[in-house]
Nanobody, 121 residues
């Protein structure tokens, strides 16, 4: 019904930048909040940033000032611009979206498959 496909991960040196994208496709009626999470080896998945359908944003404290979340509603896509990357940012990054499918009144969360970000020299 609904698929989320992430792209843009990879290997980057400390201090570098990456831009992640997450495209939502399928039988979309509407998309509410969208977000990015990450999970490092041996750690729990944690919130990175969220953005509402109206464009309001919120960030985890450690990402404020370095990461920027944005969305293109016409493309059903959410982005994460990551600057000043640190080795501790190394993780699998997942996007999610709260989607109401066509002909349904129910909104549920969908997740992408994850994209690896490695920050290392």
């Amino acid at each position: 019904q609904v698929q989320l496909v992430e792209s843009g991960g990879g290997l980057v040196q400390p201090g570098g930048s990456l831009r992640l994208s997450c495209a939502v496709s399928g039988s979309i009626g509407s998309i509410n909040d969208m977000g990015w999470y990450r999970q490092a080896p041996g750690k729990q998945r944690e919130l990175v940033a969220v953005i509402t359908s109206g464009g309001s944003t919120d960030y985890a404290d450690s990402m404020k000032g370095r990461f920027t979340i944005s969305r293109d509603n016409a493309k059903s896509t959410v982005y994460l611009q990551m600057n000043s990357l640190k080795p501790e940012d190394t993780a699998v990054y997942y996007c999610n979206a709260y989607v109401r499918v066509v002909l349904s009144s129910v909104t549920r969360v969908y997740w992408g498959q994850g994209t690896q970000v490695t920050v290392s020299s």
